[in-house]
């Protein structure tokens, strides 16, 4: 079993940074891809961005790619995703997930989640 918990969350500008940490507990975190998606009011759970378990591999949705950066560190057992310039379309309850044998992009890939941050940003 792995637990996540997922912090960092918070009330922006637009413009601004934030960066949301997921930590991981239970089984070798460091043999479970990870990925972040978030979920705006009244609208479908969307991806986000994912890495692999060695942090070799990347990707990102085109909506946040350039500003957001996804990253790991196994020895802390803890992924993180640095969101800079900060819409208000970013405004959403951003989740963490893991999964042991996916690396991928829909959200009924991964078994695990948090439960969830809330980034809110203002115009």
């Known amino acids: 079993q792995v637990q996540l918990v997922e912090s960092g969350g918070g009330l922006v500008q637009s413009g601004g940074s934030l960066r949301l940490s997921c930590a991981a507990s239970g089984r070798t975190f460091s043999a479970y891809h990870k990925a972040w998606f978030r979920q705006a009011p009244g609208k479908e759970r969307e991806f986000v961005a994912a890495?692999?378990?060695?942090?070799?591999?990347?990707a990102y949705a085109d909506s946040v790619k350039g500003r957001f950066t996804i990253s790991r560190d196994n020895a802390l057992n803890t992924v993180y995703l640095q969101m800079n310039s900060l819409k208000p379309e970013d405004t959403a309850v951003y989740y963490c997930a893991a999964d042991r044998e996916t690396f991928g992009v829909r959200d009924n890939e991964y078994r695990y989640w948090g439960q969830g941050t809330q980034v809110t940003v203002s115009s």
């Open positions: 890495i692999n378990w060695s942090g070799s591999s990347t």
